[in-house]
């Protein structure tokens, strides 16, 4: 007999656990599946141990900068096996938290590979071997994504590295070559620079961060290249080749075929859907390039099956998952949530110095017809920016210059990522100028360039 359920949540990931929590709050009896790990890819793999580590490599920028700020240290040094530990400590703690929550909310979680097995039901094997069987009215597939490969760079586990391998290294790489300038691939070229390896970060578009403002994307293409990083736009990659403990890259990039060689190679050029082994065959669920499609509550063209997070559609965020796991949970319990708007939810990139935005970028708006106001300030006329000793970068708003309408906004400088919610709030209220200009911002703070930046739009500007 199988075991009944009001819900079932086919992934443990930001997504997934979310999901089942909400489900349970709302009454549902849940149960959970999970092959791996508690928390998904996000929190083992990818968004919470890369910032350790990250936070690592500020770390060591800072005290080889300390003279301008009037200390002296010497034999600075640090222990890259002790960096990466802490890294899988802080997922593991976190991972560990994950479990105690979905134990406190009553889910019940089974160890093991979830698939479609008829209307209602669900199979759980674990190596092959079968776990349990499921039914439910309901089943929500959360299964993630994982990286993609291509052809001829196929990730060996020694020469050339997916992410797992760029987070659990076992020594320092003197020499490093990133394709992929997207958040993952500047993050981890950002890291690797910053703890002391030459980098080259390669990038197939005309510019990095590509989904990115375009002044922005320039900014950070300088500050790279002013920390030592070697930076190539508009590079096509031919190949590579192997050389014992080294390897090649063959670019062509302006005209010209280059041989690029390093210790190492990550890879950081996208993602697909995990949609294997998912019993998907014979459903009416649509998947286009390896991700499901779904309405604006996460349902699939199957009765009662829902997808969410990486396995649907773009952006391919965390916390985008985490809220179409909540919208679709509560759509099911007939709760009428509102839609997601895609167009508020916030991007973030962690690497030196960070990136944040939410909405259109400039070219995006004109390119939808909109007739626009700018604004821009540069950290350089912030007061605590300076003081911080941090005062590259800027903050850019657009606005529809006929309603007043913030339509985008992008930052770029010293914990942009925790600011960027101001403006994700302001869009989610359908905020204009005039609310944005009469909010009083505390000083001494960073924040501050996010006000001068609404008033510059409008000829307002106070400190530059």
């Not at 291509?150 to 391998?165: A, M, N, Q, T, V």
């Not at 005039?434 to 001068?452: D, Q, W």
Request: proline share 4%; net charge neutral; charged share 20%.
């Amino acid at each position: 007999m199988a075991e009944a359920f009001d819900l079932v949540v086919v992934g443990g990931g930001p997504g997934g656990y979310v999901a089942a929590i909400r489900a349970s709050q709302l009454k549902m009896k849940v149960a959970l599946v999970e092959r791996e790990n508690l928390g998904g890819i996000c929190l083992n793999w990818g968004c919470i141990p890369t910032k350790a580590l990250l936070r690592a490599s500020e770390i060591n920028h800072l005290l080889h900068s300390l003279d301008a700020y009037g200390f002296a240290a010497d034999n600075i040094r640090f222990d890259f096996a002790k960096v990466v530990k802490r890294s899988r400590s802080v997922a593991g703690q976190l991972s560990g938290g994950v479990k105690h929550l979905l134990r406190k909310n009553k889910v019940t979680v089974f160890d093991g590979h979830g698939k479609l097995a008829g209307a209602g039901k669900l199979a759980v094997t674990k190596d092959g071997k079968p776990v349990a069987e499921l039914a439910a009215k309901h089943i929500i597939l959360a299964t993630g994504a994982r990286a993609r490969v291509l052809p001829g760079i196929e990730p060996d586990g020694k020469l050339i590295w997916s992410y797992r391998e760029a987070m659990t290294a076992p020594a320092l790489p003197k020499r490093l070559i990133v394709i992929g300038s997207g958040a993952i691939g500047s993050e981890f070229a950002s890291f690797y620079r910053n703890m002391g390896s030459e980098v080259t970060l390669i990038e197939a578009m005309d510019r990095i961060l590509p989904v990115e403002d375009a002044e922005v994307s320039a900014f950070v293409h300088k500050a790279f290249e002013k920390q030592g990083m070697k930076v190539l736009v508009g590079a096509k990659l031919q190949g590579v080749r192997k050389e014992g403990d080294a390897i090649a890259a063959i670019v062509e990039a302006g005209g010209k075929v280059s041989e690029i060689k390093a210790d190492r190679l990550i890879s950081a050029v996208g993602i697909v859907g995990n949609v294997e082994d998912l019993g998907l065959e014979g459903t009416k669920i649509q998947v286009d390039r390896t991700h499901i499609i779904t309405d604006s509550f996460g349902r699939t063209g199957e009765p009662g099956i829902y997808a969410i997070g990486d396995l649907t559609g773009p952006p391919w965020l965390a916390h985008k998952a985490s809220h179409e796991g909540i919208i679709c949970v509560e759509a099911i319990a007939g709760l009428h949530p509102h839609t997601m708007d895609i167009g508020n939810i916030p991007g973030c990139t962690y690497c030196r110095p960070q990136v944040a935005s939410v909405g259109l970028t400039e070219a995006a708006a004109k390119a939808k017809g909109h007739e626009v106001k700018v604004g821009r300030f540069p950290f350089i006329g912030n007061g605590k920016a300076i003081a911080m000793g941090e005062p590259e970068g800027f903050v850019k708003t657009v606005f529809d210059a006929k309603t007043g309408a913030l339509l985008g906004a992008h930052m770029v400088g010293p914990e942009v990522t925790e600011m960027i919610q101001g403006y994700g709030i302001a869009r989610t209220l359908e905020t204009t100028e005039a609310e944005l200009m009469h909010t009083v911002f505390p000083h001494p703070t960073v924040s501050e360039a996010m006000h001068e930046s609404v008033l510059d739009a409008y000829g307002r500007v106070i400190h530059i």
